[in-house]
């Protein structure tokens, strides 16, 4: 029986794989310190859990508008204005399941087959993925660590071509925490605007930044008409489980988005959207406080241990450099992924899994305590490697 070319070409997310076995491990009774996951370890706000509930009781359980209730529209058209100067009204707004499927839905409205659209790496699993289950062809630019993970506009330019027909971005960015600046998104728009390429902006991380401030590029003079932004209530509110997400873009890209709504799944949970409404009013500083002291904790723990890394100015992730353990005990970090887990019980991701090697990323998404006894747990595990040779 046939199997689609395009799902066979990809992979299941690595993320998910290392969160899943480090999850078994410990339900087996294995006592393994998680910094796998991506997701804040908090409880949704009770307020939130409480408008759910609301909504429940007041009927809001049947289907609604495939793009999402218009109040929650018109709210997030209010935050877009507010807190990042776009002027997007509510029918260019789809509300999503999660940003995942923002991005999903994003490329297939806009790729046909063959398209080339440019992934700055290290980048999030999905990318790559979801570009490929779409036909298009993912074409990867480096952003080196000498950088601060910032990629360079020239080298993006080179890699354009004539089938690139969008370039995605992500900041605050997973993995490697960096924040693009102002600059940067300058350049980009420039290039947006000389190649005709557009930009589909991941903004899910923009409530945790800790240095220097959120800037979103549909900001930038003429990138309105360029630019998709993708947000959502996963990482700000605590909300990964809800599933929601949204996506701003040019009226005819949301209407071809609102088309893939109505097949695919006819409208985000009802209920789920009524509580995503009440997150607009909920203050997330106490979380964004607890990842401040749990970032410093990690890495002061990251550098008595001798690691290098940049240190991250949003999301809540450190990309570790790693590559003084490869080559003897070890030969990537997959397999470096895999013993840290095994051996030395603590769960981390493999750079290879954000298409960059010699690397793992650490998420501090969870306790002080946790964070704490997976350094002297890391502590022990590295001072055992053999040294490779030199
Ligand atoms: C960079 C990035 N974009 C998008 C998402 C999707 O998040 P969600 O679908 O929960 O909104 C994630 C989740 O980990 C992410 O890290």
New binding site residues.
Partial sequence: MNLSRHTQAVKPSQ?LQFNKKALEMIRAGIDVIKLTA??PDFNTPEEIVDAANDAMRRGYTKYTDSTGIVELREAIARKLCEDNGLDFDPGEIVV????????YSLFKATINDGDEVILITP?????EAQVKMNGGKPVFVTAEEVDGFVPDPAVIERAISTRTTAIVI?SP???TGAVYSRQFLKELARLSADHDLLVIS?E??EKLIFEGSHESIASEEGMKGRSAV??????SHA??GW???YLAAPRHIAEEVAKIQDHLCSNVNTIAQHAALRAFSVDNTRMVEAFRKRKQVLSEGLQDMGLQFVIPRG?FYFFVDVKGFLGSDYADSLELAIAMLEKGRVGVVPGSAFSYEGYIRLSYATSEDDIREAIQRMGRFFGEITAPPS
């Avoid at 999503?96 to 991005?103: D, E, I, P, V």
Wanted: charge should be positive; glycine fraction near 14%.
């Fill in positions: 993320t991506g997701e999503t399941n999660g940003g995942k499927q923002a991005l980048c999030w699993v999905s990318y992500n960015n997973n993995p991941d899910v991380y993708v947000n959502g209530f996963s990482k909300m990964t599933r929601i997400g999301a």
